[in-house]
């Protein structure tokens, strides 16, 4: 399995961008799939995953009803749709792949396979 993260970018903040996650193998629709951030001196942190077949979504509080995740079973691709940007959204933003149950969602640990990462800046 591998994941192939971009769309990242340089954007004012209120802006918006879309991150994409395409996920080769054939057990895409199975897996839970999320994205993950890190900035600079902090640790990586959660942001947003999604179940598999068709399962539920969950976000972290710093993005909650400004972020959107989805996914497009037809092109192996997991989005992270981004609103209302904030300086503090800057960051090194992973996508992760992995038979994940709920309670492990928002876990780095809990995820095998990771993309090399896609640079999100926000400026003020």
């Known amino acids: 399995v591998q994941l192939q993260a971009s769309g990242g970018g340089l954007v004012q903040a209120g802006g918006s961008l879309r991150l994409s996650c395409v996920v080769s193998?054939?057990?895409?629709?199975?897996?839970?799939v999320a994205w993950f951030r890190q900035a600079p001196g902090k640790e990586r942190a959660f942001v947003a995953a999604?179940?598999?077949?068709?399962?539920?979504?969950y976000y972290g509080n710093s993005v909650k009803d400004r972020f959107t995740i989805s996914r497009e079973y037809a092109k192996n691709t997991v989005y992270l749709q981004m609103n209302s940007l904030k300086p503090e959204d800057t960051a090194v933003y992973y996508c992760?792949?992995?038979?994940?149950?709920?309670?492990?969602?928002?876990?780095?640990?809990?995820?095998?396979?990771w993309g090399q990462g896609t640079q999100v800046t926000v400026s003020s």
């Open positions: 992760a792949a992995g038979n994940v149950i709920t309670s492990t969602a928002a876990r780095p640990q809990a995820y095998i396979y």
């Open positions: 999604i179940r598999g077949s068709g399962g539920p979504t």
């Open positions: 193998g054939r057990t895409f629709s199975s897996y839970t």
